[in-house]
């Protein structure tokens, strides 16, 4: 399959869009999931209250946040896909620019230093493009993220001593959260990552944060933490928007990698409770958005 560039353009203009204004199905039924679970009246007020303004936005297409983030492409290449690399990147970036000119949205993106915003959601490294490969045939897709600021501040990273064992990593992820309390504006994705380096697993935990509801940690171990943690997290008692109840998170995710025998790292990196993603699959027979 030869790749079209300018398609890829496209679907790239058209996710950032459809990612600030269409909250994934997973999310809504993670929200329907935890109505049912609170058990405090003012936690049930504030999940209500959140559901109702998801419903709004969508109604009247408007943004579900003002915050469009810092913007993630993750790209999945499968056998047989023909493009030229570079081409693609730039033609991200471009539909990127594109989606906060044309639309129009609010540019987040600035110069580190000077603090400059170019008004186009694009900098230095910036649309974030990941790149990886993949066993499906003739298959590109296209995943967009918009990570807001409010929670991308909830990130850590601890290099922990082996000999402190699996407690420490609770200690640190527990730790985080109390600490992060209302300002992630929970409910809250908990992504957590465990070993390789140190840039290795933050990348872990942004993953993580940004798995669909559901989905479950591929190591056995890294699966077990995953459960403890989801339970221990919401009998913290921070709850929605940090007003108290048992809906502190949807979810704690987990993903691990092997590190060096004489370090543990740890990463929690988190996802607020506006978990916007969309994606879309470039096949043979067209384009499929999600």
Do not use: W
Request: proline fraction near 4%.
């Amino acid at each position: 399959m030869q790749v079209d560039i300018k398609e890829v353009e496209e679907v790239a203009k058209t996710l950032y869009i459809r990612a600030l204004k269409l909250l994934p199905r997973d999310i809504k039924q993670g929200f329907d999931r935890l109505m049912r679970e609170e058990t405090s009246a003012t936690g049930k007020t504030v999940l209500g209250t959140m559901v109702e303004n998801i419903a709004v936005a969508e109604r009247t297409k408007n943004l579900l946040c003002q915050d469009t983030g810092i913007p993630i492409y993750n790209v999945k290449i499968g056998k047989n896909v023909v493009l030229d690399g570079a081409a693609m990147k730039e033609a991200i970036r471009k539909g990127c620019a594109r989606a906060t000119t044309e639309h129009p949205l609010r540019s987040s993106v600035v110069h580190p230093i000077t603090r400059k915003n170019e008004q186009t959601s694009c900098g230095i490294g910036v649309p974030v493009i990941n790149i990886d490969f993949d066993e499906r045939d003739e298959t590109l897709e296209i995943e967009m993220i918009p990570k807001g600021s409010g929670s991308e501040n909830g990130s850590f990273l601890q290099m922990l001593i082996p000999a402190d064992g699996v407690g420490a990593v609770k200690r640190f992820v527990i730790d985080k959260v109390i600490e992060c309390g209302g300002r992630v504006c929970p409910p809250t994705i908990v992504g957590v990552g465990i070993g390789g380096t140190s840039d290795v697993c933050m990348h872990l935990a942004k993953v993580a944060a940004t798995r669909p509801l559901g989905s479950k940690c591929a190591d056995e171990e890294g699966a077990k933490i995953e459960a403890q943690l989801s339970e221990a997290v919401n009998e913290l008692g921070i709850g929605p928007q940090g007003l108290g109840g048992k809906s502190t998170a949807f979810r704690v995710h987990v993903e691990v990698a092997a590190t060096h025998i004489t370090m543990n790292p740890v990463a929690v990196n988190i996802q607020c409770h506006s978990a916007r993603r969309a994606s879309a699959t470039i096949t043979p027979g067209g384009i499929a958005f999600e």
